[in-house]
């Protein structure tokens, strides 16, 4: 009698565990790189960053910052994509460079740093490389170079 008791508790317990894989309904996760919003956010990224870039060449810091932070919410939704496209990472890498250049200009050599790191991490880990990738590696390991050099003065 123990043992038909201890069997109904056991079959109880198994009819809660969850379906096995196979027979679990599966719906593919959605790519937000190819959803509608996705390209035109990024064009925005790269027309801020242009923008920006050109301010902060023309000696206006102020206005570049601004659209520096303004854009800081669109490169981290652009980028919270699983794999996020080439122009969506170049656009980030652009306004994190720029920054970084903000901050040299302004003697802030340890934060500059951190920004051409992220650089660095961005460019490391692209997948497959290119000549362009090997390019920004190499500019954000230069910068962090060059912030070094500043920082031990």
């Avoid at 460079?97 to 901050?103: A, S």
């Avoid at 040299?104 to 790191?117: D, I």
């Avoid at 692209?126 to 230069?142: I, N, Y």
């Amino acid at each position: 009698m123990r043992a038909l008791g201890v069997l109904a508790v056991v079959l109880l317990l198994g009819s809660c565990a969850p379906a096995p894989e196979a027979a679990r309904e599966t719906k593919p996760k959605p790519e937000p790189t190819a959803e509608a919003w996705y390209a035109p956010a990024v064009e925005q990224l790269a027309s801020m960053s242009k923008e920006a870039s050109s301010l902060f060449e023309r000696h206006r810091d102020d206005d570049a910052a601004k659209i520096v932070t303004q854009a800081q919410p669109l490169i981290n939704r652009v980028l919270a994509a699983p794999h996020p496209t080439l122009a969506a990472m170049e656009a980030a890498s652009d306004l994190d460079d720029l920054y970084g250049r903000m901050l040299v200009a302004n003697g802030r050599h340890g934060w500059a740093r951190l920004q051409f790191q992220k650089n660095v991490s961005r460019w490391k880990g692209w997948k497959p490389q290119t000549p362009e990738s090997t390019r920004r590696l190499g500019q954000a390991q230069a910068a962090i170079a060059e912030c070094d050099r500043k920082i031990s003065q």
